[in-house]
């Protein structure tokens, strides 16, 4: 990987995590809307799970677990958990909820084409064919109720999941959840 597209990614996910952090910063949370968001937080965390599970990246086409529904089960797990974060950090007029919207608009009007457009290219140079039928026939984000005909039953992996860094995700969720519903009680 060229090392702009590593800065971007930190660039990136610095961004995420300063999202996060003004969320909760800002956040003045009630313990029912806490509640509300820990339901998308908690699909979307398993969503991650299952993926991290079956993902190994740029050396095969994954198209088993998640993969078999969704080309990019990791960003729809992440979009969930945004989105469920965002409801749980109720803040004063409403900033969390532009905040949500902002990254909406940032997500899919720039980054998913993107995404798309340079991972594309990428796994279709490495996987040919294959790639180009799992992509004309599995959608980009969100999922089909049926498997792709050609779809892998690989098994889910603890040590897949732990490899692409799964848990550190899943502690800073419980982390910022718990922050959460500690400020909503402290009201």
């Known amino acids: 990987m060229p090392e702009r597209s590593r800065l971007l990614g930190r660039a990136r996910l610095a961004a995420v995590y300063a999202f996060i952090g003004a969320l909760v910063t800002l956040s003045r949370p009630d313990p029912f809307l806490v509640a509300m968001g820990a339901v998308p937080v908690a699909i979307g965390e398993g969503i991650r799970i299952w993926a991290a599970g079956h993902l190994v990246k740029s050396t095969r086409l994954i198209t088993s677990g998640p993969y078999a529904y969704t080309q990019n089960p ?67 984000l969100f999922p ?6 050609a779809s892998e039953t690989t098994p ?23 922050t959460l519903a500690w400020k909503a009680g402290d009201r």
């Open 74 to 140: 990791l960003y729809l797990g992440r979009l969930l958990i945004l989105t469920g974060l965002a409801i749980a950090a109720r803040s004063v007029l409403y900033l969390n909820l532009v905040a949500l919207a902002a990254g909406y608009t940032f997500f899919f009007l720039y980054y998913i084409p993107r995404k798309v457009r340079v991972e594309g290219a990428r796994l279709a140079r490495i996987h040919g064919q294959a790639f180009e039928i799992y992509h004309r026939s599995v959608p980009i």
């Open 156 to 178: 889910w992996s603890l040590r897949l999941m732990v490899r692409n860094q799964e848990p550190f995700v899943i502690a800073l969720i419980f982390l910022v959840m718990a």
């Open 144 to 149: 089909q109720l049926r498997r792709h005909p």
